[in-house]
């Protein structure tokens, strides 16, 4: 998989080349959501998009291996080369964040969340059952 990210290696059949293109479009797109939404891993669908891209469309692939965001980790994966401390210290720093505002949001919401109406209706539903 590295070798293919670093290099390309665009499939030869036309409907692949589609096929594989629009998987990059779906992995990015759950990649940028896994990058605001901490539940879903973004790191690794847009490294498997850039694997897509490679494999259909070398513009695209050279746009993601040169974004001025995210570019350099790509390059450096496709190096074998590891995460650097500062990405990994801003990760975990985004991740305790995310809980804290998660523990913040619930106790603070948690009673109206519980004493709403369709929360209500759905334990209605389940008592019937």
């Given at each position: 998989m590295r070798q293919t990210i670093k290099h390309g290696n665009i499939a030869?059949?036309?409907?692949?080349?589609?096929?594989?293109?629009?998987?990059?479009?779906?992995?990015?797109?759950v990649g940028f959501t896994g990058l605001i939404f901490p539940i879903i891993p973004g790191?690794?669908?847009?490294?498997?998009?850039t694997y897509f891209f490679a494999r259909s469309s070398g513009r695209v692939h050279r746009l993601l291996m040169h974004n001025r965001i995210f570019g350099k980790h790509l390059q450096d994966f496709?190096?074998?080369?590891?995460?650097?401390?500062?990405?990994?210290?801003?990760?975990?720093?985004?991740?305790?964040?995310s809980i804290v505002a998660a523990v913040y949001i619930y106790e603070a919401y948690s009673a109206e969340i519980l004493n709403s109406s369709y929360v209500l209706y759905v334990k209605g539903l389940l008592h019937l059952i």
């Amino acid at each position: 998989m590295r070798q293919t990210i670093k290099h390309g290696n665009i499939a030869k059949h036309k409907g692949l080349k589609y096929l594989f293109f629009l998987l990059g479009l779906l992995c990015l797109f759950v990649g940028f959501t896994g990058l605001i939404f901490p539940i879903i891993p973004g790191a690794v669908f847009v490294l498997f998009s850039t694997y897509f891209f490679a494999r259909s469309s070398g513009r695209v692939h050279r746009l993601l291996m040169h974004n001025r965001i995210f570019g350099k980790h790509l390059q450096d994966f496709a190096d074998g080369k590891k995460i650097p401390l500062q990405t990994k210290l801003v990760g975990a720093g985004i991740m305790i964040l995310s809980i804290v505002a998660a523990v913040y949001i619930y106790e603070a919401y948690s009673a109206e969340i519980l004493n709403s109406s369709y929360v209500l209706y759905v334990k209605g539903l389940l008592h019937l059952i």
